[in-house]
Nanobody, 121 residues
Framework: EVQLVESGGGLVQAGGSLRLSCVASGFTFDDYAIGWFRQAPGKEREGVSC????????YYSDSVRGRFTISRDNAKNTVYLQMNSLKPEDTAVYYC??????????????WGLGTRVTVSS
């Protein structure tokens, strides 16, 4: 059974940091790119960042570039999203997703259930 399980969300003050984790199982993790997406209340889902299967390519949306860092540990089947200098507009449910094709294209094969991040002002 394919599973992607996110964790690390919570409530943080503006300017603070959180590290999200995404643990994968049920598929060959090394063959898949991983993306982080988020959806704020009343808004469409937005691509945040993605990392290639071999950790040689990363991409960030303009809204998080310079504040967020994506990384992966293939030995642990885990991808991380380090989020620094958080802003209230970062408040959303964050999802990780897996797909053989790298990029924030949104048509990912597998999705987690999400972890909620709330940034207070």
């Amino acid at each position: 059974e394919v599973q992607l399980v996110e964790s690390g969300g919570g409530l943080v003050q503006a300017g603070g940091s959180l590290r999200l984790s995404c643990v994968a199982s049920g598929f060959t993790f090394d063959d898949y790119a991983i993306g982080w997406f988020r959806q704020a209340p009343g808004k469409e889902r937005e691509g945040v960042s993605c990392i290639s299967s071999r950790d040689d390519m990363t991409y960030y949306s303009d809204s998080v570039r310079g504040r967020f860092t994506i990384s992966r540990d293939n030995a642990k089947n885990t991808v991380y999203l380090q989020m620094n200098s958080l802003k209230p507009e970062d408040t959303a449910v964050y999802y990780c997703a897996a797909d053989p094709i790298w990029g924030l294209h949104g048509k990912y094969d597998y999705w987690g259930l999400g972890t909620r991040v709330t940034v207070s002002s």
